[in-house]
């Protein structure tokens, strides 16, 4: 089978984009993944299918598949992408607002300028049950046991979850070996997005963020998101963040509990293609 897509990235973090195929099935994980591969595939942080409507008043509904083939729920920096391509295609003029829809909600889109978007990501969550995470209740910041160590973290969904340490410098921090350990800790059944956030002043921090299925990534919007509603619910930040993660610079805007988060940053077209799907392993056996 043949898919027509778009690669697209907001700030290094990458995407492919693509009309789900109307007679044929999604590709499978073994597929997605064989896509995804740096060296040998197109390459990709996720992969984002557009789909028709699936409620009133929506202007498209979108599914996203990570780097491992896993669906997740939501993509704060592939939603950015997808409103830009549909301003691309004529669908969307700019300023005015689209409303999309995922299986972690509805998210509202405006299109800035034709490669710079916000969107509305919905209200913080921060009940233990909507990640899930493993907790007797509610608290500002947890204590986790990783590779038997103990460390405080806060946690929110975003639409999909996140955990979030503070550190005191992003470029010290041990990514890969506490971003893989915290995600795939047992108290997160459905693992998790982990976050490492350095408060620079109320106006600004520093980010990286260790994606579930993925990896480190060059942005994460909704990781971008997580760390300004933990750092601003603990008193540590003001409404209006400058969020500085490795691929350049997203805008965060959270006026408080009970209201939604803005996320504003580039979305950008790399290139358009098409591949030949590879089949899955033991495909015809």
């Known amino acids: 089978m043949r898919i027509d897509f778009t690669k697209m990235h907001g ?12 007679e044929t099935p999604l590709p499978d994980a073994a597929q997605f993944r064989s896509l995804a591969a740096r060296h040998t595939g197109i390459g990709f942080d996720q992969a984002l299918v557009l789909e028709e409507p699936r409620r009133p ?19 704060g920096n592939g939603a950015r992408c997808i409103a830009a391509l549909a ?7 700019l300023n005015q607002v689209i409303l999309m829809d995922s299986l ?13 978007v916000a969107v509305e990501m919905g209200i913080p969550d921060f009940a233990p049950e909507s990640l899930p995470f493993d907790a007797e209740q509610q608290a500002q910041s947890y204590t986790l046991e990783v590779a038997g160590n103990r460390m ?19 470029d010290d921090a041990a990514v890969e ?11 997160f059944p459905a693992r998790v997005n982990v976050g490492f956030m350095q408060v620079v002043d109320r106006a600004n921090i520093r980010l990286r963020v260790y994606e579930r299925g993925v990896g480190e990534t060059l942005a994460c919007g909704t990781g971008a998101c997580a760390a300004v ?5 603990r008193g540590l930040l003001g409404s209006d963040v400058s969020v500085q993660v490795r691929g350049g610079e997203l805008r965060v805007n959270w006026e408080g509990p ?3 988060v803005w996320l504003t940053g580039p979305a950008v077209v790399a290139f358009e293609g098409h591949v030949e799907l590879p089949s899955s392993p033991g495909a015809g056996t």
């Open 258 to 260: 009970g209201t939604p």
């Open 87 to 93: 301003h691309r295609r004529g669908r969307v003029p």
């Open 104 to 116: 972690g909600g509805l998210v509202p889109a405006q299109i800035l300028a034709p490669d710079v």
């Open 229 to 233: 509603a933990i750092g601003r619910s």
């Open 11 to 22: 700030l290094g973090n990458d995407f492919i984009v693509f009309d789900a195929p109307l």
């Open 57 to 75: 008043g929506t202007n498209l509904y979108y599914r996203i598949f990570n780097a491992d083939g896993d669906e997740v729920e939501q993509c």
């Open 152 to 170: 405080e973290i806060g946690a929110v969904s975003m639409g999909n979850p996140h955990a979030v340490l503070t550190v005191e410098s992003v």
């Open 177 to 187: 070996r506490l971003g893989s350990a915290i995600g795939n800790h047992r108290r």
